[in-house]
């Protein structure tokens, strides 16, 4: 119909991430439901992604992808340090744990890096989670697509992705 604004429809995995949230039935520290929202610029980093919401750099939960052995592993990290590959290497019993290819994270999780979220990839992927997260009431995680955020708790992070804690860092 002519001069009728139609709504724009979500990127498909901005829709796949909520979807998810919602059938694990994911809260927020209000006790909401978790909620994906789209930013109006891409937060490639997790400086950007807290200056554009307006909290912590550490409570960002980076999501990223690691090549294990030749398997996936995820590892949700606080924004306000980097993954110690060794360490984690070394908890896991592996021989080595490197940061992944564009191609390997776009395999195991139907996403981009920037925006691979802690959910909804096509097979479960093995998923460590940074007791350093656990100080924050709110953290916040990637929705499937750079610009795409969530607000969540850490104990409802964990739950929803059967994730491990772990110090990480």
Known sequence: MPGKMEAMQPHPNVQAIQDALDAAGARNAAGEPCQVTVLTEP???????AAAIGIEVGQIANSLIFNADGEPLL???????RVDTGKVAALLGLGKVKRAEAD?????TGQVIGGVSPLAHPKPVRTLVDVELGQFDEV???GG???AVFPITYAELVRITSGTPAEVA
Request: hydrophobic share 60%; charged share 5%; aromatic share 8%.
């Open 43 to 49: 937060v490639h980093t997790a400086a950007a992604a």
């Open 104 to 108: 390997f994270v776009r395999l195991h």
């Open 140 to 142: 916040w995680a990637a």
């Open 75 to 81: 590892v949700l990290t606080s924004g306000a340090h």
């Open 145 to 147: 697509i750079p610009q």
